[in-house]
């Protein structure tokens, strides 16, 4: 079997997923995620300027020599557009292995390890009884778990500057879809406010919800080591399933230093892109979650690696889903997440809208806060590339971050 020609495709319904699909001279096809938030292009162009060519001809249940091939033969090796490129052809390459051997992926890896898997959703709120109410909704759709976000009172006016991650008010409030659009927003940013009022929103939620709701909180990277600490230390008493990205992580030491602080559980490496990256933090047992994805950490062979680590040091997985992964990533994941033993929970926010289950059909289910993967050949998801005519390019930003005073800060 050799691969005869791959494509790439950019756009999709309110998102510029990146595409990938290669052929084989036998007629089976796999399909891959490269899309990598606010720099599509940029992974789309090394895919097919640079790893496409050098894929023709090559045996595609050759994965693992191929990974290799990709990795250790660049020079300047890793970083988001590099490892996206190399994960979208190693998820079309473990599909194309599943259809060849008729199997789920997940059988692949060892099989399942669990019938379902948990995933949470996105509550937010412009303040905390929006946000209560949001929690309602995503509890009355049978979510066990639920990241909250919430606007922080007194923030400077304007619409950017309610808080990280507040999509709206009202029925808005349950779509979260973060609009990238044009250049980039700015959002104004205030520790202190964020540190003096979040505890009571925490507060407020367990006296509405009672101790059995999993909370998840993002704090996306915004406090110094010792905020981070002192905060971590403050809301151990409402027993939050995980505190996401306290603080940057380009400084691992800081983990150290919040980990010998408090017990709050830390969920980190979303932004991560290979195993080099979290390898001393899960061996030092600094985090409880890693949060890397299937698209920017290389695919299944290389975040496989990760998870086996992980699994030695009590580290759970915690996979980000942000919708920037299309449903070929949120697959690939599924199957990881069927087998991994140190299995955690999964960010779920594909918009599963009719557009983008027509873009991408598959049998997989989302029922009562469980992720069901299935048991077709491969990822079990594929691509319509009729469907994608319907769509084009649109350039979009991550919004920047400013303090009061005008100081850049971490978005």
């Known amino acids: 079997m050799k691969i005869t020609n791959a494509e790439v495709?950019?756009?999709?319904?309110?998102?510029?997923?990146?595409?990938?699909?290669?052929?084989?001279?036998?007629?089976?096809?796999?399909?891959?995620?490269?899309?990598l938030n606010t720099r599509e292009t940029l992974t789309a162009a090394y895919l097919k300027d640079y790893l496409i060519p050098c894929l023709i001809n090559k045996d595609p249940r050759n994965s693992?020599?191929?990974?290799?091939?990709?990795?250790?033969?660049?020079?300047?090796?890793r970083g988001p557009v590099a490892m996206a490129a190399i994960g979208a052809?190693?998820?079309?390459?473990?599909?194309?292995?599943?259809?060849?051997?008729?199997?789920?992926?997940y059988q692949l890896l060892g099989g399942k390890s669990r019938d379902?898997?948990?995933?949470?959703?996105?509550?937010?709120g412009t303040d905390v009884e929006d946000l209560l109410?949001?929690?309602?909704?995503?509890?009355?759709?049978?979510?066990?778990?639920?990241?909250?976000?919430?606007?922080?009172?007194?923030?400077?006016?304007?619409?950017?500057?309610?808080?990280?991650?507040?999509?709206?008010?009202g029925d808005d409030s349950k779509h979260f879809i973060t609009d990238f659009t044009g250049l980039p927003k700015e959002e104004i940013w205030d520790s202190e406010k964020y540190l003096q009022y979040m505890p009571s929103v925490f507060e407020k939620i367990r006296d509405h919800f009672g101790a059995d709701l999993k909370i998840l909180h993002d704090v996306h990277h915004r406090l110094h080591p010792r905020d981070a600490a002192a905060f971590g230390r403050e809301i151990e008493k409402y027993n939050l399933y995980w505190l996401e990205d306290p603080t940057p992580a380009d400084d691992q030491t800081a983990l150290k230093f919040i980990r010998e602080s408090t017990t709050v559980p830390i969920a980190i490496g979303e932004v991560f892109?290979?195993?080099?990256?979290?390898?001393?933090?899960?061996?030092?047992?600094?985090?409880?979650?890693?949060?890397?994805?299937?698209?920017?950490?290389?695919g299944i062979t290389h975040v496989r690696r990760i998870v086996e680590l992980a699994a030695l040091h009590h580290v759970r997985t915690g996979f980000h889903g942000a919708p920037s992964h299309s449903p070929i990533s949120m697959a690939a994941q599924a199957h990881i997440n069927a087998w991994a033993p140190n299995f955690g929970i999964q960010e779920y926010l594909v918009l599963g809208t009719e557009e983008c289950d027509a873009l991408f059909p598959s049998s997989h289910e989302v029922k009562d806060g469980m992720f069901y993967?299935?048991?077709?050949?491969?990822?079990g998801v594929d691509f319509d590339e009729k469907e994608a005519k319907r769509y084009s390019y649109e350039r979009g930003y991550h919004p920047i971050v400013r303090l009061e005073d005008g100081t850049l800060w971490d978005y």
């Not at 998102?15 to 036998?26: G, P």
């Not at 693992?64 to 090796?77: H, L, N, S, T, V």
């Not at 052809?89 to 199997?103: F, P, V, Y």
């Open 116 to 124: 379902g898997a948990m995933v949470y959703a996105h509550a937010t």
């Open 373 to 379: 993967v299935s048991n077709a050949a491969g990822l």
């Open 64 to 77: 693992e020599d191929i990974w290799q091939y990709f990795y250790k033969g660049a020079y300047f090796r």
């Open 9 to 35: 495709f950019i756009g999709g319904p309110g998102k510029n997923y990146v595409t990938l699909k290669i052929m084989t001279d036998q007629g089976i096809y796999g399909v891959g995620d490269a899309t």
């Open 89 to 105: 052809i190693d998820m079309a390459l473990w599909d194309i292995k599943g259809k060849i051997a008729g199997l789920p992926v």
């Open 133 to 169: 109410d949001t929690i309602a909704h995503y509890q009355s759709k049978g979510y066990k778990a639920v990241r909250v976000q919430c606007g922080i009172p007194n923030m400077p006016e304007g619409k950017d500057n309610i808080g990280y991650g507040v999509a709206g008010k």
């Open 273 to 298: 892109n290979s195993i080099w990256d979290c390898k001393h933090m899960i061996e030092q047992e600094w985090i409880d979650f890693i949060r890397v994805s299937v698209t920017y950490a290389g």
